[in-house]
């Protein structure tokens, strides 16, 4: 079983940026499907971006591309989410989450996920 804290979320004006951490409990996160997801006020959580535990494809929703980055440091077993050119649309608490049976065509659904972060509060406004 693995655990994930998330940081990194706060306050930030429109057209600024933010770094979110999600770090895992156990060695093998590596071997974890991981996945960023968000909820904003009053509504769904949603898929943001998502990569298998091997190999160097990342999925991202439409909404997203060109403006968020997620990467991974295996050694430090955490994933990022740097997010550029943020929107006040963009407010939400996100969320990482890990699972280690996933396909790809699953990767976005939350549903799918059994290990979740607490979540952590991103604000966008001026």
């Known amino acids: 079983q693995v655990q994930l804290v998330e940081s990194g979320g706060g306050l930030v004006p429109p057209g600024g940026s933010l770094r979110l951490f999600c770090i895992a409990s156990?060695?093998?996160?590596?071997?974890?499907?991981k996945g960023w997801f968000r909820q904003p006020p009053r509504s769904v959580r949603v898929f943001v971006a998502a990569?298998?535990?091997?190999?160097?494809?990342?999925y991202y929703a439409n909404s997203v591309k060109g403006r968020f980055t997620m990467a991974r440091d295996n050694a430090q077993n955490t994933v990022y989410l740097h997010m550029n050119s943020l929107k006040p649309e963009d407010t939400a608490v996100y969320y990482c989450a890990a699972d280690r049976n996933l396909i790809t065509s699953t990767l976005g659904n939350p549903s799918e996920y059994d290990y979740w972060g607490q979540g952590t509060q991103v604000t966008v406004s001026s």
């Open positions: 990569m298998k535990g091997t190999g160097s494809s990342t």
């Open positions: 156990l060695q093998t996160f590596i071997a974890y499907h």
